[in-house]
C-alpha cells in the first residue's frame, strides 16, 4: 500500500504543525496558491508504522552481506554516526560566522590534512558533494590550467574503456571530446593505443588503479610519463582508494589531482543512494583551481578561503559548503583509525577479496583474470553457465538475494561478459566470506539440477522479479489518485 | 537470426538502407535489435533536418542501453515512422519493415562504405 | 582492531588458502619504487570515549544560536519522528536500489517522494533528487538547453536577484559546455525583475530562470514572465523555496502554460541544518521533458506474477549505460535526506505544510513591522516577501551581526558580502520556530545594538 492509499481526507498529525493562522492579506491574490498538493493524510502513527515496515523491505549493510564491486559496502560505525549528529554541529547554520564554526572547521581541516597525507597530494578541497562532482571538479580544473596557459588547442580527454561511466560523462560535461584507451588481455590499459592517442589535443587522462578490473595497474609510470610528455595532466579516481591505503599513493604515481569518495573509503553510509561526498586532491600544479571554499589554518584559527584568497579557482559547486555532515563523520572515522588503522583497512580489504577469490576459484568459478592478484576486488564471469546451461549472471545475483546476501556489481565492467564485480570489504569476516562461497556452491548446482530455480528468482523477497520492460514503456512515475 | 533481405544496403554501424529512386528508407538491422533488446523509445529527427552520411540522427533506447542510429547516407529528411511512438517494439519484431525509422530524400553520391548483405554478414560472422 | 573482526587465526587459515606467507605479499603487483611504508604523518587512532570528548568539545564550541539567518538554509521545526525512522539501519546503510527485489523499502519511498514534490510543485514528474538546490539549478539549466528544439538557443537569462552562490555555482557547473549567461536586472525599488523587459523581443534563448521568492525573499510576478519567456521560445524555469510553494502559486500554475522546469532547495522540509548539509536538490518537469531530466526516476511496474513493485526507469538516460552521451555525469541522489523530506512531508500534510508557511510568514511580517519602527531603519524593498526581508540600516550589517552575536542571536546576511552597494543591509529571515518573546529580543538587541554602534562611532569621529 502506498501511504496515499491508507491516507483519509482531513486526517491529520496535528501536533507537529504550527497553530493554525488566516491566509496572509499582503500578497495579491494571484499570487498565492489555489489548489491543494497532494501529500498524505495519515496518523503520527500511520506514519510511523508505514515507513518501519518499508525499511523493513530493504538489504541494508546493517543486516546483509553486501559485497557491491566498486561501492565499498563496509560497516558504518555508529560512534561516528552519533558524534556527527551532536546538537552543536546539526542545529549550526552555514553561513554562520566563523568564529561560532571552529569546532566544525577544526575538524574539516582535520580531514583535508589526512586525505593529503592519504593521497601524496597536498591541496585538498572538500567541496564536492559526491564521487561524480569531484570528478568534475578535477577535469574542470585540469581544464582550466591549460586555458590559464593559454593553451586552447587541449579538446580530447582519454578515458579507458573499462572505466566507470562517470568518467566520459564527466569530460563531456567539461567541453571536452573523449577518445577511449582499449584494455589488454590482462586487464592492463594498452600502451600502444595510448602512445597513438596522445598529442597537442590531448588535455589529459582519467584512471583509476587498481583499475575497475580489480587488478593494480602496474605500468601507471610509463603512462604518466606518456601523458605528461605530450603535455596532458593525470586524473585519478578515488574509488577504489580503499585497497591501496598507506601502501602507494596517486601522487607518487604521477597523478596532479583526484577525488575521493568519502562514502567509500572513509565509511560514511550510502543512505539508499546518497549522499556521497567527493573531496578533491591536487598537487602544486592545479592548487590555484581547487574548488571553494576550503578551510585555512591562520593565527591560530581556522577560516573559509573564499573568491578573494584563490582568484584562479574553478568556483563554487553548491550553495555552501559541500555535504558538512558527511565530512564530518569521515574525519571522525579517520582519525578513530589513526595511521595503523587506515593502513589495516588496505590490508585486510586486500586479504579479504583475495581469499575470496582464491576460494571461488578452487570451488570452479571463472576469474577473468586469473594469473593476477585481486586488489580489494575482484571479477568472475559466468560465459562458460551461460553457454552450457543457460543461466545468466543476473539468475544468479537473483539468487542469491533468496540465500540473504546481496548480489555483487553485475554486468559492470562492460568489458568482461556475464561478470560480477565482488568486494568484500575489510570489515566481514571469515565466517560471513565462507558462508557467500557455500550459497555460490549451492546456486551453481542449483543451476544444473533445477535451473527454473534461477531464473524464476528471488522467491523470499518482498517481491518476484520486476517487469523493468513495462516500467520502462508504460512510465508510472508518480500515483494519480485521490485521497478518498 | 533473421535472413538479411538481399535487396538492402548496410553500414557498419548496423543500419539498414533502402533506395526507392531518391528516396532512402533507413532502420537498423535484425543483430542490432537483438542486442539492444526490447526496445521502449525512439528519438526520431526532425522533418526537413538536413544530414551528411555518418551524422547522429535518431537514438534507439531499450531497457538497458541506448544506442545512437547514424545516417547512413546523405540527404534531407522527409519522413519519420508514425507508429513508432506508440509501437517501439515495431522495431524488436519487424526490423526490415515495419520498424523502419525513417527516409532521406537523397542529396550527392552514396557513400562506398555502404555494404552488400553479402559484406554484412561476413562482417556480422567475424564479430 | 577497529570494525575489522579477524583473529590471528582467522588470518593465518586465510593465508594458507591464499598460499601467501603474509599480508605484505598480496601488495606484490605494485611497483616496489611506489610502494610507501606506513602513514607516519597521520596521528595514532583514538577510542570512541577519547573522540566523543572531543566531539563533544567541538560541539560545544559551535554554539547553538538563535537563528535569524536563511539565505538558502532554514530553520524550521522537525518532527521526532522523521530522523528516528530516516536513520533506521535499513534505510541508512542501504545502496542505491541497483536490486530491485531487496531495496522495496527506498524505492518505494522515492515513487511516493516523487508524487508528494511534484504535486507540490504542480508538475507531471519528479525526479529522485539531485545534490543540492544551487547544483539542481545548473542541471535545470543544462537540461533546458537539451529540451529547447532550437539548436542555437543556448543563452540563459538568470535574474539579477538570484542567490549570489547559485549564480556562482552554475556558472561553474553550465560554462564549459559554451552557453551564455546573461543577467535580467531587478527594479530597484520592489527588489524583484525589472518588468521592462516584457516589451523586449530575444532571440536564441533557451530559458528564464525565475526565483520565487526570490533572494531578497520577494514575491515575483511569474505569471506575466512565464508567459513572455514562453512566447520567446525559451523554458521557464521555476527555482523555488518548497515550504513556499504550499502557500504561493506553484510553478505548474505560472502563466497561461506553467514553469516548465521546477527545481530548488529540499533541506527546509524536515533537513537540519547541519553546517550546509547533506541537502537534497528537487527537479520536476512536465512529461514532455522526462527523457531530458538527470538523475534517478523510479518507476512503479509489476513483478512475475503480477503484484506490484518498484524499479529504477529510464536507465539509459545515465551515465552507466549512456557514459558520455549522459544527460549528467550525476551517479547518486540524495537519498537519506530525501527519506527525511518524504517522511516530514507525510507527517505534516498539505495543511500543516500550508500551516508553516502562513506562520513564517506571518512571523517576518510581525519582526519586520517592528524593526522598522526603530529609527534609521527601513525595509530595502517594497515587494510582498515571504519569510525573508531586506533591512537597511544605518550602519554597517557587519556591525549589527557582531553585535547581537555576543547575544547569541544570529542576525541574518550580511548583503555588503554580496555587494558594497548593501553594505548597510541585512536580509533577515524568520520561520515558525520564533515566538513572541523571540521577537522582541530580537528586536530589542537590534535597538540596543544600534545605539551603541552610533555612540562608538561617534566617539570614533571625535579623536
Known sequence: ????????????????????????????????????????????????????????????????????????????????????????????????????????????????????????????????????????????????????????????????DAAHGTNPATAVMCGFKVKEIPTDKNGDVDLDALKQAVGPHTAGIMLTNP????????????????????????????????????KTRPGDMGFDVMHINLHKTFATPHGGGGPGSGPVAANDRLK????????????????????????????????????????????????????????????????????????????????????????????????????????????????????????????????????????????????????????????????????????????????????????????????????? | MKPLPQNLKYSTTHEWVRIDNEIATVGISDHAQALLGDVVFVELPEIGKTLSSGDEIAVVESVKAAADVYSPVPGQVTAVNPKLQDSPELINQDPYDQGWLFQIRLQGDLPFTLLSAEDYQALLDAE | MPFIPHTDEDLAQMLAVIGAPNIEAL??????????????????????????????????????????????AYEHHIPAAVWQLASRGEFLTAYTPYQAEASQGTLQLLYEYQTMMASLMGLEVSNASLYDGASALAEAVLMAVRANPKLSARRILLPANLHPHYRKTVETLVLPQGLQLDILPINEHSGTLDLAILKTEQEDLAALVIAQPNFYGGIEEVDALCDWAQAQGALVIAVVNPTAMALLKEPGAWGKNGADIACGEGQALGVPLAGGGPYFGFLCTKMAYVRQMPGRLVGRTVDQIGNTGFSLTLQAREQHIRRSKATSNICTNQGLAVTAATIYMSLLGATGLADVAKASHAKAQQLAAALIKLPGVSLGFKAPFFHEFVLK????????????????????????LVSEQFKNAVLICVTETKNNADITA??????????????????????
Not at chain 1, 590534512?113 to 578535477?138: C, K, R, W, Y
Request: glycine share 6%.
Open chain 1, 211 to 246: 583499475s575497475t578490473l580489480g587488478v593494480f595497474e602496474r605500468q601507471i609510470r610509463t603512462i604518466a610519463k606518456t601523458v605528461h610528455e605530450a603535455g596532458g595532466l593525470l586524473y585519478y579516481d578515488g574509488a577504489n582508494l580503499n585497497a591501496i591505503l598507506g
Open chain 3, 393 to 416: 540600516l544605518p550602519c554597517p550589517a557587519a556591525s549589527l551581526i557582531k553585535a547581537l552575536l555576543a547575544q547569541d542571536i544570529l542576525a541574518g546576511f550580511d548583503l555588503g
Open chain 1, 288 to 484: 590555484p583551481f581547487l574548488p571553494i571554499p576550503r578551510v585555512a589554518f591562520e593565527n591560530q584559527t581556522y577560516r573559509w578561503l573564499t573568491e578573494k584568497d584563490c582568484p584562479q579557482s574553478i568556483g563554487r559547486l553548491s550553495a555552501f559548503v559541500g555535504n558538512a555532515g558527511i565530512i564530518l563523520r569521515a574525519s571522525i572515522y579517520a582519525r578513530l583509525l589513526g595511521r595503523e588503522g587506515l593502513c589495516r583497512v588496505a590490508e585486510y580489504a586486500t586479504l579479504n577479496a583475495n581469499y575470496l577469490m582464491v576460494r571461488l576459484q578452487k570451488a570452479g568459478f571463472t576469474l577473468a583474470f586469473p594469473t593476477r592478484r585481486a586488489s580489494h576486488e575482484f571479477i568472475i564471469t559466468f560465459k562458460q553457465e551461460a553457454k552450457t546451461l543457460g543461466i545468466t549472471a543476473k539468475d544468479i545475483a537473483k539468487r542469491l538475494l533468496d540465500y540473504g546476501m546481496h548480489a555483487p556489481t553485475t554486468y559492470f565492467p562492460l568489458l568482461v561478459a556475464e561478470c560480477f564485480l565482488i568486494e568484500p570489504t575489510e570489515t566481514e569476516s571469515k565466517e560471513e566470506l565462507d558462508r557467500f562461497v557455500d550459497a555460490l556452491i549451492a546456486i551453481l548446482e542449483e543451476a544444473k539440477t533445477s535451473p527454473e530455480l534461477l531464473k524464476q528468482a528471488p522467491h523470499t523477497l518482498p517481491v518476484r522479479r520486476l517487469d523493468d520492460l513495462k516500467a520502462a514503456k508504460d512510465l508510472d512515475l508518480r500515483w494519480q489518485g485521490t485521497i478518498a
Open chain 3, 27 to 72: 601488495f606484490d603487483e605494485i611497483p616496489k619504487d611506489l610502494r610507501i611504508q606506513g602513514l607516519p604523518d597521520i596521528a595514532s587512532g583514538l577510542t570512541e570515549m577519547e573522540m566523543t570528548r572531543e566531539m563533544k568539545q567541538r560541539a560545544a564550541q559551535d554554539t547553538v544560536l538563535a537563528c535569524f539567518l536563511g539565505a538558502g
Open chain 3, 442 to 463: 530580537y528586536v530589542a538587541a537590534v535597538e540596543s545594538a544600534l545605539s551603541s554602534i552610533s555612540i562608538e562611532e561617534t566617539s570614533h569621529a571625535h579623536i
Open chain 1, 1 to 160: 500500500m502506498l501511504i496515499f492509499e491508507i491516507s483519509a481526507r482531513n486526517r491529520r498529525a496535528a501536533v507537529q504543525a504550527p497553530r493554525p493562522i488566516a491566509t496572509p492579506k499582503d500578497i495579491p491574490q494571484h499570487l498565492l496558491r489555489t489548489s491543494r498538493p497532494l501529500l498524505p493524510e495519515v496518523s503520527e502513527l500511520q506514519t510511523v508504522r508505514h515507513y518501519t515496515q518499508l525499511s523493513q523491505k530493504n538489504f541494508s549493510i546493517d543486516t546483509q552481506f553486501y559485497p557491491l564491486g566498486s561501492c565499498t559496502m563496509k560497516y558504518n560505525p555508529r560512534g561516528v554516526h552519533a558524534l556527527a549528529s551532536l546538537e552543536g554541529f546539526i542545529s549550526h547554520h552555514p553561513l554562520t560566522p566563523e568564529a561560532h564554526s571552529q569546532g566544525y572547521l577544526k575538524s574539516a581541516y582535520e580531514l583535508q590534512d589526512i586525505l593529503a597525507h592519504v593521497t601524496g597530494l597536498n591541496a585538498v578541497s572538500l567541496a564536492p558533494m559526491a564521487g561524480a562532482q569531484g570528478e568534475f571538479a578535477g577535469v574542470a580544473m585540469i581544464r582550466a590550467y591549460h586555458l590559464a596557459r593559454g593553451d586552447t588547442a587541449r579538446t580530447e580527454f582519454l578515458v579507458p
